[in-house]
């Protein structure tokens, strides 16, 4: 059973920079496509990036398109997001997922695995 650790939240200016990491237990990770979701709070669950199993392929909720970017290293079995340009309105607790199927978004109980979460904090 695959189990997640998100970090590298924290608490950072409009405009400024972080990195989230997400690093898996198996070494199975490889057959895992990779996501990240926010959930702000009195709002649902959102999907903010996918990457397939290899890397090639990626997809972008509409409201990171162009700031944030999601890698992985599958050598380290880990997950990264790259968030640019952040806003106010990016302020939520960030989860990584694990899914065998590559998804563009979609419902949240389709997902295999959670994190516990890391806190983003945007001050304005």
């Known amino acids: 059973q695959e189990q997640l650790v998100e970090s590298g939240g924290g608490l950072v200016q409009a405009g400024g920079s972080l990195r989230l990491s997400c690093a898996a237990s198996e070494r199975t990770f490889s057959s895992y496509a990779m996501y990240w979701f926010r959930e702000a709070p009195g709002k649902e669950r959102e999907f903010v990036a996918g990457i397939s199993r290899s890397g090639i392929r990626t997809h972008y909720g509409d409201s990171v398109k162009g700031r944030f970017t999601i890698s992985r290293d599958n050598a380290k079995n880990t997950v990264y997001l790259q968030m640019n340009s952040l806003k106010p309105e990016d302020t939520a607790v960030y989860y990584c997922?694990?899914?065998?199927?590559?998804?563009?978004?979609?419902?949240?109980?389709?997902?295999?695995?959670w994190g516990q979460g890391t806190q983003v904090t945007v001050s304005s």
């Open positions: 997922a694990a899914d065998t199927t590559f998804r563009r978004g979609g419902d949240v109980t389709n997902y295999d695995y």
